[in-house]
């Protein structure tokens, strides 16, 4: 799953450690997600997409290898 949480971060000059303290999450879960590592819970992807002002499927994103 690809996502671009790195990307909306950066837009609102969000560091890692901030997102993660709003989401509850250590700052690892967040390296991770972003490096494409880890998926995110259903839950853990709406929180994320809400501190970000965003609609999680803004955010992240079906691959084609995520279908097989």
Not at 23 to 29: D, E, I, M, P, S
Not at 35 to 64: H, M, Q, W, Y
Request: glycine fraction near 2%; hydrophobic fraction near 50%; aromatic fraction near 6%.
């Amino acid at each position: 799953m690809k996502n671009l949480i790195k990307v909306e971060r950066a837009r609102q000059n969000m560091t890692q450690a901030e997102l993660a303290e709003k989401v509850k999450v250590a700052r690892q879960t967040i390296i991770a997600i972003e490096a494409g590592r880890f998926v995110p819970s259903t839950t853990l992807a709406f929180k994320i997409a809400a501190v970000l002002n965003c609609k999680a499927d803004e955010i992240f994103e079906l691959e084609d290898k995520d279908w097989l």
